[in-house]
């Protein structure tokens, strides 16, 4: 079965770190691309980072540029996201999704999610 699972989640006060990852099982995320969804209750859910599946080329939302990090391990089958000086506006269900071609902005072009893990930010 081709299953991704995100993990890290949990509850940080604002200015905390967390460290999101992303790990395959079935499937092998080294010829795919992995974005990172986050959504927010009431809200619409966006894309806030992608990494090629070479790693060469990493792209960030304006909302989260400069504070999370994404990168990945084709070894361990995982990719991961650091988040840096949290607020309370990036409380939200984040999720990973694989596309087998480039990254892209939109997530109906994704092959492969994950079920989520919740973030909330607050003190």
């Known amino acids: 079965q081709l299953q991704l699972v995100e993990s890290g989640g949990g509850l940080v006060q604002p200015g905390g770190s967390l460290r999101l990852s992303c790990a395959a099982s079935?499937?092998?995320?080294?010829?795919?691309?992995i974005g990172w969804f986050r959504q927010a209750p009431g809200k619409e859910r966006e894309g806030i980072s992608c990494i090629s599946s070479s790693g060469g080329s990493i792209n960030y939302a304006a909302s989260v540029k400069e504070r999370f990090t994404m990168s990945r391990d084709n070894a361990k089958n995982a990719v991961y996201l650091q988040m840096n000086s949290l607020e309370s506006e990036d409380t939200a269900a984040y999720y990973c999704a694989a596309r087998r071609r480039s990254c892209s902005r939109f997530e109906d072009e994704y092959d492969y999610w994950g079920q989520g893990t919740q973030v909330t930010v607050s003190s």
């Open positions: 079935g499937f092998t995320l080294d010829r795919s691309a």
